[in-house]
Every structure is written in C-alpha cells, then in structure tokens.
C-alpha cells in the first residue's frame, strides 16, 4: 500500500528544495558575469595594451574573466611563467639599482611594480642627499602610485622620509575605498636595520562585490637595504603576496 503525501507537505518540500538550492550553489560566477560590460572589458584592453600586453594576452585574460575563472597572477603564491624585467624577483620587490619589474603569467595576466626617481630634484649634501621619487604599483585590474621625499643619509646617520604626497588610485572592473597614505616610521633605526617606511594601502572590490583585497603600495628606506640609496618598495595584498 503506497502512502500519499498531503499536498501542502509537497509543496513545502519544493519550497525548503528551492532555498537550499539558492543557498548552496556559488554566485560568484553569476556576479560576475552579470556585472561585466562589453565597455569594461574595453578598459581591461586599453589598460592591458597601454602596459605593453600582446593582443593574445589580452584576448586570453579577457575570455578567462567571462568565464569567472581566477587570473595566474591573482592565485596565491603565483609563478611568473614569461618574465620579461632584468629582475627575477618573486616578492615584486624593487631598487633603485632594479627600479622595474614586469612578470607576465601564462595566461597573459601580469604585475609591474616600478620606481621612479627624479633627478631634477636630488640635492647633494656632505652626508647624503635629499630625493623625490614616484613608486607605482599596477597589475589588470587598475594602478596605484604615489610620491615620496627623503633623505638618504650615505655616512653613519639615519635616513628619514620628509613627505608623502600625490595619490593615485585606478581602478578597472571595480570601485576602490578606504584609501589611506601614511609614514610608518619617519626615521630609520639603523643601529637595528630597521627601514623608514611609508605606504600606500585601499581596498578594490570588483563589481557585484565579487573578490575584494585590500592592496599595499610600501616605501622602505634604510641603510640594510642591498641598494646604493637604501630605497626598496613592495605592492601586495592583505595575505603577504600581491594579487
């Protein structure tokens, strides 16, 4: 004998089916795919070319973000598989003996950091030099810069920063917040090799609120570091590692 399940019993089954099924299945894909725009991925495009990107790489980055697949160079601890800078450096850190990196991912994603000193503004002095230079972060998803001055003591004294200015932040396929620029440590303890810091730190989340990071752009000033002005610089994420 076959037991016959009240109607509203049913229903409520297909109803609790339903929900479960909103709440198991992820939406990040949907989002976004939904949240794209033939005129984003155009920016993707013009950002990508203007960084010296080939159009197969830019053909390659672009198919992947339609499918809502994750980039080379977002996944944690990434290889550059083509790297075309003079410096092989997987912590995207940079000198001004290296003053640029740009890695290239096999799926035509990248990351470039570089430092950019101004010659016009560097004053000698009988024990160091006073300098102006602009550090730049940049990877698909948009660039982040700003300006730093310092002293960099070259005898027995510590280097110290004077000021940060000039913010720039550009993001693509998303929004940026929580943009804060400030001096860590105005002066280094040298006698410790601990650096002068300043950085650069905002928040980019993607449209649809898919993939938020927070990103830092670091300014390190010290005599320990291996340059002939002590002037090293980093762009990672909130884990360690840019992406």
Partial sequence: MIKQIPAF???????ILFLLGTLVYPSS???ASASYSDKDYQKIAEHMREDGSSQDDINSVINKLKKGE????????????RTTDSNNNESLTVTSENPTIHQKFEDGSYKKLSLVIE??????ASNGQSMYFKVEGTSVF???SFNTSAFIDTHI??????GVSGTSIHSIMGVYSDEKLLIDRLTEIRSQSIPAEA???YKHTAFGGVSAKTRT???KIGDHIDDRYGIAVTFTDGTGSYQ
Avoid: E
């Avoid at 994750?70 to 598989?81: E, F, H, Q, R, S």
């Avoid at 010659?119 to 000698?124: D, H, K």
């Fill in 70 to 81: 994750i980039l080379d160079a977002d996944k944690p601890n990434p290889t550059a598989l």
């Fill in 199 to 201: 950085h650069l730190t």
């Fill in 29 to 31: 894909y949907s989002s």
């Fill in 157 to 162: 004294g510590n280097s110290y920063i004077t």
């Fill in 142 to 144: 948009g660039t982040a």
């Fill in 119 to 124: 010659p016009s503004v560097t004053v000698a």
């Fill in 9 to 15: 019993r049913t229903i409520s089954l297909a109803l």
């Fill in 217 to 219: 752009l670091r300014v």
